[in-house]
T-cell receptor, first 109, second 116 residues
């Protein structure tokens, strides 16, 4: 089976940088995705890493180390609208995306 | 145009009833999914269909029966509803089932089911 661990809550102030870590255990690992979900909304895709290293998309970056079964999402220049839940998800070669339990990010003024 | 649309958005029903949720995607994707998100926000995959064929079936009670009449539609029928079925059910789609792009899920807005 798959298991993922990510912190349940993170708090930061506007303009700051925050890192949300994700460790995973899975067979058939293909890649690690990140999704954002605002309260009452649907998860939306943010970023994906299949290979080791950093992927940058605007203020958001995602990192993967396959040898350490570890990844993180880095959010820079935090804005109030970034307050949301963030999910890491392992994608396997069986075509399944399994989600972590989510990290609630609260951005304070 | 909504990419992945689900109906109804809200469902309130009594225990023991049967209900259905419908999902349609206009993205031309091959693969569709049902995910369940409980009150603690845990998001769990239930089913996946690729071109109308069931490819993932997690350990879901057989009271849940998905149906895909074509690759743009995936419906979920639930028999004999129980209190524990209360959750938000998300439909999602991806371009393909395996390989590049398969990991990028586009979710519908969700259907909130409340069983009383």
């Amino acid at each position: 089976g798959q298991s993922l661990e990510q912190p349940s809550e993170v708090t930061a102030v506007e303009g700051a940088i925050v890192q949300i870590n994700c460790t995973y255990q899975t067979s058939g690992f293909y890649g690690l995705s990140w999704y954002q979900q605002h309260d009452g909304g649907a998860p939306t895709f943010l970023s994906y890493n299949a290979l080791d290293g950093l992927e940058e998309t605007g203020r958001f970056s995602s990192f993967l180390s396959r040898s350490d079964s570890y990844g993180y999402l880095l959010l820079q220049e935090l804005q109030m609208k970034d307050s949301a839940s963030y999910f890491c998800a392992v994608f396997t070669n069986a075509g399944k995306s399994t989600f972590g339990d989510g990290t609630t990010l609260t951005v304070k003024p | 145009d909504t990419a992945v649309s689900q109906t109804p958005k809200y469902l309130v029903t009594q225990m023991g009833n049967d209900k259905s949720i419908k999902c349609e995607q206009n993205l031309g994707h091959d693969t569709m999914y049902w995910y369940k998100q409980d009150s603690k926000k845990f998001l769990k995959i239930m089913f996946s269909y690729n071109n109308k064929e069931l490819i993932i079936n997690e350990t879901v009670p057989n009271r849940f029966s998905p149906k895909s009449p074509d690759k743009a539609h995936l419906n979920l029928h639930i028999n004999s509803l129980e209190l524990g079925d209360s959750a938000v059910y998300f439909c999602a789609s991806s371009p393909v089932a395996l390989g590049a792009g398969a990991n990028v899920l586009t979710f519908g807005a969700g259907s909130r089911l409340t069983v009383l």
